[in-house]
């Protein structure tokens, strides 16, 4: 047991040595885009999710209290509405002032400028032309179709996601490509001693071992300087970004990579490497 850890010990410090910075730097660089595609979906996902993707459409009305019940009854009786919520300016008032720098703006202008409405929940494929009918409306001053826009931006988000994970597909295509030629090179200029190990008895795991590891650990290494140059550049957009969501009294930031995805970036990366350290292997090495 005591001879295998030794074994495997010197092969990993052989490999560490010959670790080439520039291939560590090339797979960073293209493990980054992917990395960083990713993080920015997960932010806009974060944010996405708290709005409502549900079919709504808000009415603001100008009609007396009296008038508002027949109104909800004749919007009920449509068979494309399937909940109705009346918000009265009050309550409508209420929830936004948890909006900053709206109390205030009320404040200055000394009364509720807000009217009194409905919220209408609707089915799916016939908010736009419910929203027109409902516009015709007596009582009715203006209608806007909400959470379209959010359903529209998440499934822009989804197809964002396929092509991210079909770059992340060949840019992993490349790295291998990128290792083999590495470990192909180390082979080709270590040939005498790899055949002076084979003429003493060494074994193939043994003449092996350290190719893959080498493989393994470029590709780690290019992992970590893709995940610092993510951080560096998410941590340069945030401080612009801070100043532009300010102005909408938002203190939204584009997040980092959890711990769970960052290893996760590593250890693809590892597997990339230990892969395109195996394909060279296999035919380089006979």
Do not use: C
């Not at 001879?3 to 092969?11: E, I, K, M, P, T």
């Not at 493989?215 to 970004?241: C, F, K, P, R, W």
Request: proline share 3%.
């Amino acid at each position: 047991m005591r001879a295998w850890l030794r074994q495997h010990r010197q092969a990993f410090g052989r490999a560490a040595r010959r670790m080439g910075v520039l291939n560590a730097l090339v797979i960073g660089i293209a493990l980054a885009l992917p990395a960083g595609g990713y993080a920015l979906l997960e932010s806009l996902r974060a944010l996405t999710g708290r709005v409502s993707l549900e079919p709504q459409i808000s009415l603001f009305l100008d009609a007396k209290r009296a008038d508002v019940d027949a109104l909800a009854a004749r919007i009920k009786r449509d068979p494309r509405v399937v909940g109705l919520r009346y918000v009265s300016r009050e309550d409508a008032l209420r929830e936004l002032g948890a909006v900053q720098g709206v109390p205030e703006l009320v404040a200055a202008l000394g009364r509720n400028p807000l009217p009194d409405g409905f919220v209408v929940r609707a089915a799916n494929d016939t908010v736009e032309p419910l929203a027109a009918e409902l516009a015709k409306l007596p009582g009715v001053e203006h209608v806007q179709a909400d959470a379209l826009w959010a359903r529209r931006l998440a499934s822009g988000t989804r197809l964002a996601r396929a092509a991210l994970w079909l770059v992340a597909a060949l840019l992993a295509a490349a790295l291998v490509a990128v290792t083999f030629n590495t470990i192909r090179l180390q082979i080709l200029t270590q040939r005498e001693e790899i055949e002076v190990s084979q003429l003493l008895g060494a074994t193939d795991g043994f003449i092996r071992r350290p190719f893959y590891y080498a493989g393994a650990l470029q590709g780690i290494a290019g992992g970590a300087v893709a995940l610092v140059i993510v951080y560096a550049a998410l941590a340069l957009l945030n401080g612009e970004l801070a100043r532009l969501a300010a102005t909408y009294g938002s203190g939204f930031r584009l997040g980092f990579l959890g711990a769970g995805d960052a290893l996760a970036v590593m250890g693809f990366a590892a597997g990339l490497g230990w892969m395109g350290a195996h394909l060279s292997l296999s035919r380089h090495l006979l």
